[in-house]
C-alpha cells in the first residue's frame, strides 16, 4: 500500500487513545478514518492508521495486513474503548474490552537485554485491536486520572496528559485551546 497523508489533527497518542482518534471533528461534521474520511477508503484507512502507529512495517516479525477482518475487530475495540473512557462504571463495555483481550496473551521472554514480553495472538486480524485494549490497561495502572477528553464542547479526541502538572485541557492548544479562548474573548467583548 502507498504511504498516504494521515487527515487527523491530533496523532501521537497512546495506541488506545490514537485509535478513539480516528474520529474527529472537522467543519461541525464527524469524521471516521475508517469509513473513506479523507477520500480514503476504509482499509486505506486502515493502513494509514497501522502506518502511523508501526503496525504495518516490515521491521515487524509479521505485520499487521489493511484487511477487513483486522477492520472490524478495530472497530470492534474503538466502541469498547470509547464506551469504557466515557464511563468506567459501564459493566458492559468492559466485557467487550475484556472479550477483545480474550484473543491475545503476553509471552515473557529473554532478550539479550533482559526480561521481555512478546504478545501472541490466536488470529492476526486481532493484533492491533488486542494491542490498543492492552495499552488502555497499561494507562489505567500508569494514570488513570491522566486519560482526558478535549475540554473544547465541540471536540471529540482524546489525549494523555504528559504535563507537568497535569492540568491539560485540550487536545490541542493551538486549535482547541485557542477557540476556546477566543470564544471567550467575544463573549466579553460582546458584554462591553
Same mark, same amino acid.
Given at each position: 500500500m502507498t504511504p498516504t497523508a494521515d487527515p487527523r489533527p491530533l496523532t501521537g497518542e497512546p495506541l488506545a487513545l490514537d485509535l478513539l482518534?480516528?474520529?474527529?471533528m472537522h467543519e461541525g461534521a464527524l469524521q471516521d478514518l475508517f469509513a473513506g474520511a479523507a477520500g480514503l477508503t476504509r482499509l486505506e484507512g486502515l493502513g494509514v492508521w497501522l502506518s502511523a502507529n508501526g503496525l504495518e512495517t516490515e521491521g515487524l516479525s509479521a505485520p499487521f495486513r489493511a484487511d477487513a477482518p483486522t477492520l472490524i #475487530?478495530?472497530?470492534? &475495540?474503538? !466502541? $469498547? *474503548? &470509547?464506551?469504557?473512557?466515557e464511563d468506567h462504571g459501564d459493566p458492559k463495555a468492559r466485557e467487550v474490552v475484556d472479550a477483545v483481550l480474550e484473543h491475545g496473551r503476553v509471552r515473557l521472554t529473554l532478550d539479550p537485554e533482559g526480561?521481555? !514480553?512478546r504478545p501472541e495472538f490466536d488470529d492476526r486480524a486481532w493484533g492491533p485491536a488486542?494491542? $490498543?485494549a492492552r495499552n488502555y490497561l497499561d494507562l489505567l495502572d500508569t494514570a488513570p486520572d491522566r486519560i482526558r477528553k478535549c475540554a473544547h !464542547? &465541540?471536540?471529540? *479526541? #482524546? +489525549? +494523555?496528559d504528559t504535563s507537568r502538572n497535569g492540568t491539560r485541557r485540550w487536545c490541542s492548544m493551538a486549535a482547541c485551546g485557542n477557540r476556546a479562548k477566543a470564544s471567550r474573548h467575544y463573549a466579553r467583548?460582546?458584554?462591553h
Amino acid at each position: 500500500m502507498t504511504p498516504t497523508a494521515d487527515p487527523r489533527p491530533l496523532t501521537g497518542e497512546p495506541l488506545a487513545l490514537d485509535l478513539l482518534n480516528t474520529r474527529w471533528m472537522h467543519e461541525g461534521a464527524l469524521q471516521d478514518l475508517f469509513a473513506g474520511a479523507a477520500g480514503l477508503t476504509r482499509l486505506e484507512g486502515l493502513g494509514v492508521w497501522l502506518s502511523a502507529n508501526g503496525l504495518e512495517t516490515e521491521g515487524l516479525s509479521a505485520p499487521f495486513r489493511a484487511d477487513a477482518p483486522t477492520l472490524i #475487530h478495530l472497530l470492534t &475495540a474503538r !466502541e $469498547a *474503548l &470509547a464506551r469504557v473512557v466515557e464511563d468506567h462504571g459501564d459493566p458492559k463495555a468492559r466485557e467487550v474490552v475484556d472479550a477483545v483481550l480474550e484473543h491475545g496473551r503476553v509471552r515473557l521472554t529473554l532478550d539479550p537485554e533482559g526480561p521481555g !514480553e512478546r504478545p501472541e495472538f490466536d488470529d492476526r486480524a486481532w493484533g492491533p485491536a488486542w494491542l $490498543a485494549a492492552r495499552n488502555y490497561l497499561d494507562l489505567l495502572d500508569t494514570a488513570p486520572d491522566r486519560i482526558r477528553k478535549c475540554a473544547h !464542547e &465541540a471536540c471529540v *479526541l #482524546h +489525549f +494523555f496528559d504528559t504535563s507537568r502538572n497535569g492540568t491539560r485541557r485540550w487536545c490541542s492548544m493551538a486549535a482547541c485551546g485557542n477557540r476556546a479562548k477566543a470564544s471567550r474573548h467575544y463573549a466579553r467583548s460582546r458584554d462591553h
